[in-house]
């Protein structure tokens, strides 16, 4: 529109310049023409007037009129002057007449053409030249036409070069525009690359640079996050980030599952997190207190924590739980060994102490003094015993005794047990029997084993069997093969029974069903045999497990891992 509204501008501008132009110096010519004619009429008196009419005529190409004061046509080089009217009116005429130059345009009465005048005055009268403007209107149409042909062309390339650069332009912007939303939705490796060197080049380079500087810093920050993220998943303790307004804004795995269904992000911690005191915690440092630390047993079922919580600089806080059950139980353990040791140790001891004291006295008979000096012995035995199982039990738990694995047969095993053992049973009254299945076709079963420990085992099995069952009872050891993998070897006794509600319990370490009976019967158990045998078979990878029902003797059962043939 603004080439177009230009162009015509230009074109009209152009064309009235023009016309005015030939206008004026056509009005000029005929002037200067005019005056020329009129001078010769003044000065030429050898000539006919007719003549220099026509004369002038010619030289001047139009028409030329002499014409006396009173308006009358005296000469003319194209019509009759005696037909022609009084002139005296004409106003190029009447100018003349008062003595000035006249000049008009006209349409001629005369020829009904469109004319240009120009008169001058001479001696008499006024002399005239018309001159047909047709020619001129000729001309300037022919101009016209070229001016319009040429302002066309001229439209139609400037149109044609501005949608050109418009459509170029317009793409370019729109590429611009594509790589902006590329960035927005998240893509950093978005470019333009434009290959040209304008402005908008420049502005592309720019943008093209900005977007490869935010990668990489961009990068670098997402790294920075896996890292810590990494790390914060590897830490043993649970981590959580609450936001200035109490939101869970991030936490670990591990803190994930500690919580039902996880940490809930954006929520209120209350939604996640159901433990008073952590709860108190991060409302405090929240609230500006700093620092805050407590114990929380709430958080996961069975477990207890210690919670510190410490202010973020983004205005939120965050709290660091540290699994202190294990550190407790671990503790709790410890407290009860000693206090068990101790307690064990006490009984014999003070019978030691009480007797030797009594002795000391002198005063007893020599009957009295071997009673008394006997049950001194028994005791100082048990007191010994006592120490050998805890120093077997702490070499055995804390692994320092490497056991020799090799395979063994348990034909062996079952047959070295009962060749240790049958007699000591016989001699409490009992009956051993060996029960080992006959030599199978396939070859003797292997267990990867170490002789002595599982010697051990078997040992602290018949001793318990021998001493809770009463005479008469029958005890038998054996094994079965249940599955590919494991050989399971058993001691099983017609005595007492273990109640129910101990079979869980009597692999711990000091425990006894009956304190009181073992005691009575002197058995001098310990209450560490049947711990220091789990121990043995776990390290051995197998298991330990009892089966008991109260008067249908027990059943004690371990399993060895088999040798593969390779
Ligand atoms: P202890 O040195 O007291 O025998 P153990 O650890 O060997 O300790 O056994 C733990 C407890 O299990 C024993 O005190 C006893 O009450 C019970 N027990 C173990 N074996 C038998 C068994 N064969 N028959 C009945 N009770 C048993």
Sequence with gaps: LVIL????????????????????????????????????VDNDHARPLAEIVAQEARAADARATMIDSSGKVLADSEADPAH????????????????????????????????????????????????????????????????????????????????????SFSKRLRRMAQFAQQVAAGDLSARISEGSSDELASVATALDASARQLEISFRTVEQSRQQLETLLNSMQEAVIAVSADGRVEWANGHMDDLVPRGARRGLPMIESIRDPEMLRCLRETLAGGG?????????AAGKVFQVVSAPLPSGGAVAVLQDLTEIERVEK??????????????????????????????????????????????NAVRVSRLTDDLLVLARVESGEQRFQLQPVTCRELVADAFSAFHRIAENAGMHLHSDAPPPSAAGEDLVLADYEAIHQVFANLIQNAVKYSAPGAEINLGYSIPGPDFAEFYVRDSGPGIPSEHLPRIFERFYRVDKARSAGRESGGTGLGLAI??????????????????????????TLPLVRPA
């Design 5 to 40: 509204t230009a162009t015509l501008t230009m074109d009209v501008t152009i064309r009235r310049a023009w016309e005015d132009s030939l206008r004026e110096q056509t009005q000029m010519h005929l002037s200067r023409e005019v005056r020329l004619f009129a001078n010769r």
């Design 291 to 299: 620092v805050q630390q407590s114990r929380a047993a709430l958080v």
């Design 84 to 167: 022609m009217e009084n002139h005296a009116q004409r106003p190029e005429v009447a100018a003349a007449l008062r003595g000035d130059a006249g000049n008009s345009t006209r349409t001629s009465k005369t020829l009904g053409i469109e004319f240009m005048y120009a008169a001058a005055p001479v001696r008499g009268g006024v002399v005239r030249l018309a001159y047909p403007l047709a020619g001129v209107r000729r001309t300037a149409a022919v101009v016209r036409r070229n001016l319009l042909i040429a302002s066309v062309l001229s439209l139609l390339a400037a149109a044609l070069l501005a949608a050109w650069i418009a459509h």
């Design 533 to 558: 045998a789990k121990h043995i078979v776990i390290s051995h990878g197998g298991a330990i497990r009892v089966e008991s029902k109260m008067n249908h003797g027990s059943s004690l059962f371990f």
């Design 333 to 378: 353990t410890r407290r009860d060994f000693i206090a068990n040791v101790s307690h064990e140790l006490r009984t014999p001891l003070t019978s030691i102490q009480g007797y030797a004291e009594t002795l000391l006295d002198g005063s007893s008979d020599p009957d009295t003094v071997r009673e008394f000096a006997e049950i001194i012995r028994k």
